[in-house]
């Protein structure tokens, strides 16, 4: 759609933690590698605790309470900004992608019964798929915060296509 100049705040960067943290578990075996790369997530640990109390009372259905909230609330909302609604339905789009992601891994059971130390594969896996989340995100918050549309193909045409002007 091009890279027309927004003024920006807090509101279109912060759904980006919903992915990131949901992509937290992926990421494990590259946090115990390399610590500095717990630092870069630090503040995400208010979005993870409240992401934790809500999947607990909801009885493990926080995630999808907190998608739905986002896709109502925001991107369904016409009144407000389109740049908002567009960085909220990415945000979504990828969380989507890291949530149809984890139900493939449960289902050819990657994801039950990991025994540590992990086999290099699930190890690759799992850390390519953080890295991918997390590198979207940041791509999309720094775009975000210079007031700019993030352009990643296939999940940007998806959320334009969900967000009219």
Known sequence: MG???????????????????????????????????????????????????????????????????????????????????????????IGIAVSLISAVLDLLGLLRNLVLPLPLPIVIIFSAIFLGVLVSSIYSIIQATRGRYAEIPVLSEAAYSQTRY
């Open 3 to 93: 890279q027309h100049q927004f003024k920006t705040g807090f509101l279109p960067v912060s759904p980006y933690a919903f992915p990131m943290v949901e992509s937290m578990m992926f990421g494990t075996f590259l946090m115990k590698q390399f610590p500095t790369l717990g630092l870069i997530l630090l503040p995400l640990t208010p979005f993870a605790v409240v992401y934790g109390i809500l999947n607990s009372l909801l009885g493990g259905w926080g995630g999808f309470a907190i998608f739905f909230a986002l896709y109502l609330l925001i991107v369904r909302n016409e009144s407000l900004s389109h740049f908002l609604r567009f960085n909220t339905m990415q945000a979504l789009i």
